[in-house]
C-alpha cells in the first residue's frame, strides 16, 4: 500500500509495554521514521523473517533517525499468546526494540490498532514518516533493499512544521474540526 | 554421546499427547528407529534447526521403519509454554506427528523425561535403536549427513527377540531381577 | 570508504564489453545512480554475494534511475578467467546487466580501471553519485538495508548542471584550469 | 537411479589429476565406498550445492571408509573450462578432494566417462559400493539425510572377495566368459 494522499497514522491502543520504562506514543516520535513491525510470537512468517528484519533495521539505522516498534496484534489463539508468553518470547529472542501488546478487539478478535491500520494480518511491517503520517505498508514480505531505500527515502523528506500539519491533515479551521 | 554399552531407553513419562489419537510407548514402537526429539517452542535453535530436521526425517524415512516424536521439555518459562500454547504452536508450524507433552519435574523445574535421559537442554535429538535402547544423543545442532548416517546405521542393525534383550539388559537371572 | 569530499569516479578502461550494444561510459550515465560491481569469475565471495546482490539492485529499481555495471577486474589466475572464460560464465549465471573487462595493467598484475578506483579486492562495490562523483565503496560484504539506503539517498540528491559542475571539480578558474 | 541389478562402475577415463600425487582407479578403491562427483566449474548447481556437498562427506566420513573423487565433465563450453581455469577454480573454492578431468569425447561434446556412466548432465552424484559396483545415482539435487543414510548403509555391507566378484558379475564359467 504506497498511498498517494497519506493520512496520520492513528494512535497505537497498547494494553501493555515491553522493553521501554515508559509508554510510547507516535506523537513523540514526530521527526523520526517510524518502522512498526505488527506480529504474532507464533506466526511463523514473523519468526524467521519479520521480527529478525525489524532487528536488522533496529542495529543498522541511527536511533535519532528510525525508531522500530514492536506491535503483538493477536488475532487468533489469544489463550496462547498471552503477555506473560510474549515477554519469555521476547526475552528467547533477544527482542531489543520496545514492543506494544495490541489492545483487545471490542466485539471481536481483531485488536484495535490492527484494526484502525485495516492491516491483513501478519507479519505487517508499516512505515511512519517524520511528520506522522502512514506511508508505506507491506503485507508479508519485503526484502532489505526496498525497506532499505524506503526508509532512507523518508529520511530525505523534511519536518514540516507540526502545528501547520495537524491543521492540514486534520481539516480544523476557526469553526471547528471535520473527522481527519 | 555415543555410548559403547547402550542402555534401554526409559519410559516415556507424557501428560498429554497431541498429533496422535493414543498414547505412544517406546514399548510399542520396538523393531522401528526412534529418533526422540526434545524441544520447547520457545527456544530458538528448536524451532530454526531442531523441529525443521524432525520433519525431514519424517518424510524421508518410511514410517514402518523410523518413528519420530516430539517431547515438550519445558524447563524455564513454564507459565508461558502451557499445552494449550503449545497446541496453537503445532498448529501454526504444521508439525505432523506425534508429541508429548513431558510431566512436571516432582521436585524442580526439569520435567521427568528430561531428566530421566539426563538432557542437557533443547533441542536435544535422541536416536533409539530397534531394540528399544538409547544410541546416539546431540543437544544443540547436529548434521543432516551425520544423522542420515546413523539412521540407516541403526536400521541395518538386527531386531533382537526382545524376551532375550529384556534378560539381557534389566539383568534378570533364575533369582530374580536385579534394577536395570 | 565514504568520502566527505567526493571526487569524480574516474572512466572505465574497458577492453571488451557484455551485455550491450555499444560501449558504456560514466559520462552517458549522468543523472543516474550507477552500481559498479568488481568481480572476478572465480571469486567465490563474488558469486555467492556480488553478483545476486548486483542482481537485485538490477531487478529493484527503475532502469532510468539506477544503472548496474558489472566490471571483471582480473588481478590473478589470468590466463584461467580470459573474456571466453567470462562469457560463458555470464551465460551460466544469467547475469543481466552489462559487464566490461578492465583494461589489463601496464605494469602490473591489477588492471587499469581497479587501480584507479583504488580497490582492494573483489567483491568492490562503487556507488557513483547523478553527478559522476564516488560516494560509497565497499570491499567485501554490505548489506541490502544499508545498500538499498545509500542508492535511495542519492537518488533524493539534485542533479548539478554539468557544466558548472566539472567547472568546480575540476578547479578551472578565468586563468585555466588545474587538472583534476 | 536404484538399480536392483547394479552392474560395475566403469573406470574412471581421466586425462589428468588434481589434488592428488598419483592418478585414481576404482580398483584401488576396492573396500571403500566411493561418492563421484561429476561438476562442471561453471555449472551454478554444482557449485552452490554439489561441491559444497561433496567438501561435507569428505569432512564428516573416514578417509578409510569413504572416497570422494571430482570428475569435472565437461559437455559444453570447453574453450572456458580448460585444465588450467579449473586448477584456478579449485585453488579459489579450496576444493580439498581429488579431481579427475574427464577424458574428452571421441566424437562429440560429452566426455568419456560421462558418457560411460549414462550421466544426463551436472552436476551428478554417483554412489560406487564397497564391490566397485554402481548403487546410486543422482542428477540435480539430493539431501544430506538421503546421502548420510545411503552412504551407511553401503558402509554396512560386507566386501565380497574380488575374484569371486568378478566372476559372478562379469559371467565367468569354466567355459568361458561371457562380456559383462
Given at each position: 500500500m504506497d498511498t498517494s494522499s497519506p493520512s496520520l497514522a492513528p494512535a497505537l491502543q497498547v494494553e501493555r509495554w515491553f522493553n521501554t520504562s515508559s509508554p510510547i506514543t507516535l506523537d513523540s516520535l514526530r521527526g523520526k521514521v517510524v518502522m512498526l513491525e505488527a506480529f504474532q510470537m507464533l506466526c511463523p512468517g514473523c519468526v524467521s523473517h519479520g521480527l529478525p528484519q525489524a532487528q536488522r533495521v533496529h542495529s543498522t539505522f541511527a536511533r535519532e533517525q528510525v525508531a522500530v516498534i514492536g506491535l503483538?496484534?493477536?488475532?487468533?489463539?489469544h489463550e496462547a499468546m498471552t503477555p506473560v508468553a510474549l515477554q519469555a518470547f521476547l526475552h528467547e529472542y533477544r527482542i531489543p526494540f520496545p514492543v506494544g501488546v495490541d489492545r483487545a478487539g471490542i466485539d471481536g478478535p481483531i485488536p484495535q490498532t490492527m484494526q484502525a491500520y485495516a492491516m491483513r494480518g501478519t507479519p505487517t511491517l508499516t512505515l511512519i514518516d517524520r511528520n506522522g503520517r502512514i506511508r508505506h505498508q507491506h503485507f508479508g514480505q519485503v526484502g532489505d533493499l526496498v525497506l532499505g531505500a524506503q526508509i532512507a527515502s523518508l529520511l530525505g523528506e523534511p519536518v514540516v512544521d507540526a502545528k501547520d500539519e495537524i491543521t492540514e491533515q486534520a481539516g480544523c479551521s476557526a469553526d471547528g474540526c471535520a473527522i481527519a
Open positions: 503483538h496484534t493477536v488475532f487468533e489463539h
